[in-house]
């Protein structure tokens, strides 16, 4: 997903028109629509710290290595079960196809409230639910390579906060929708740009995701079942989404996916860093 730059406008009567019909009228329906879409962002701030935590075995009560400890099988069917509840929620919810006709149901301004309160839940339900395998797969003991999976582990995840602004950081997760709709305006249609880190790879935030996950100085069967099933789905999801940046944006995504990487930098400059300069 690249940068997006948007030119803010009032919604015309027509506009109004559709707004109101979504179900939320104005004045009485618009700050209840607010309300979710903070609501909902909150949700989702409380999941991404928990989830810091959740993998890097630190300051929250459960975490990828403690919990209730089962059986071999029965933990791998649950923890399973868990990353495939998430997974298909998350990648179904983000098609095109099925955003249309969830919108005949939602108000449009809510769509992505909604999908990000759910995805946090599921992340939460995950995080509660998750079942430890604390078979060692490795365990780092020098100083020095232990420092430097810690290190990744947190550049890991400034990489996909900051990246997450790259990208309007508030619409991603609902907010600028929400509030945009409580002004009586409509969130402009997406333009194509890159920015920051997206002028070197295609996927920071997904880089971030597997560096955080994999970065570990001890590495269990539980936590490698969870980077592995992760990584494999992030790999699975580029795909289809960049099939619908292509059909969004055409021949100007084709020219950038040829020229910057999915997932890892090179060293060679691109033509986008030198027109740049």
């Not at 599921?122 to 810690?150: C, D, H, K, T």
């Not at 333009?191 to 996927?203: A, C, D, L, T, V």
């Not at 699975?236 to 999915?262: A, N, Q, S």
């Amino acid at each position: 997903m690249s940068t997006l730059v948007k030119d803010g406008g009032r919604i015309d009567e027509k506009k109004e028109a559709r707004l109101e019909s979504s179900g939320l009228e104005t004045g009485r329906g618009r700050l209840p629509a607010l309300i979710f879409g903070v609501f909902s962002y909150i949700i989702f701030l409380y999941v991404f710290v928990y989830a810091i935590g959740f993998v890097g075995n630190m300051g929250v009560p459960k975490s990828i290595d403690s919990g209730v400890k089962e059986t071999f099988g029965k933990a791998l069917l649950v923890d399973f079960f868990l990353i495939l509840l998430f997974g298909l929620q998350h990648s179904l919810m983000a098609r095109q196809g099925f955003k249309r006709r969830w919108k005949q149901i939602i108000p449009p301004a809510i769509e992505r409230s909604t999908y990000v309160l759910l995805a946090s839940l599921l992340l939460a339900l995950l995080f509660w639910q998750w079942r430890p395998i604390l078979n060692p797969v490795w365990s780092l003991e020098g100083p020095v390579a232990r420092y430097l999976m810690v290190g990744l582990f947190w550049l890991g995840w400034i990489l996909v906060l900051i990246s997450s602004f790259m990208i309007d950081h508030f619409e991603l997760f609902g907010l600028r929708q929400v509030y945009n709709y409580w002004r009586g305006r409509e969130t402009p249609p997406f333009q194509f740009k890159k920015e920051g880190p997206y002028r070197y790879i295609r996927h920071p935030i997904m880089l971030g995701f597997i560096m955080a996950f994999w970065a570990t100085p001890g590495m269990t069967l539980g936590h490698f079942i969870f980077a592995v099933s992760t990584t494999i789905y992030i790999l699975i999801g580029i795909r289809f989404e960049e099939r619908e940046l292509l059909k969004t944006f055409g021949k100007e995504y084709d020219e950038y996916r040829r020229e910057v990487p999915m997932l890892l930098p090179t060293w060679r400059r691109s033509s986008l860093f030198r027109k740049r300069r």
